[in-house]
């Protein structure tokens, strides 16, 4: 359901040393441990939580606006991916808040833009928008 995942890091146009300490990631892909960890609750999926929050009954998850990292990962990186030449690419938190009530192919084509702008260069191909 998980493994370890040694990255590499592109950060503004630098790529970082791998962590020491793995990083877990999904397998075979991030939503298996969701899935797995709901099978005997409710859960609603593509819906934004924004916060955490604990209460008597445990933790709730709000769903006020959507919080996300400004990050990008090269799917076959991680471990059981095939090679496939897909990227993950996480929004940042303002993008996100100010782009929550997007269609998924409009929110996908504006991110590819903005990382073909970022990396200098045209991305043709269209990918998969997801909303967590």
Not at 14 to 31: D, H, Q, S, Y
Not at 50 to 59: F, Q
Not at 105 to 120: D, F, K, N
């Amino acid at each position: 359901m998980i493994e370890r995942w040694y990255p590499r890091i592109l950060h503004v146009g630098a790529v970082l040393p791998r962590p020491r300490e793995p990083w877990f990631v999904g397998v075979p892909g991030m939503n298996e441990v969701v899935r797995h960890l709901q099978s005997d609750l409710a859960v609603n999926f593509n819906a934004p939580v924004a916060r955490l929050e604990r209460t008597t009954a445990g933790w709730g998850a709000l769903d006020d606006g959507a919080v996300l990292l400004g990050e990008g990962a090269r799917e076959a990186s991680r471990p059981r991916r095939v090679e496939s030449g897909a990227w993950t690419i996480n929004a940042t938190p303002d993008w996100s808040h100010a782009n929550l009530e997007l269609e998924a192919g409009a929110a996908e084509s504006q991110l590819r833009a903005l990382v073909g702008e970022a990396v200098g260069t045209t991305l043709a191909s269209p990918g998969k928008a997801h909303r967590w």
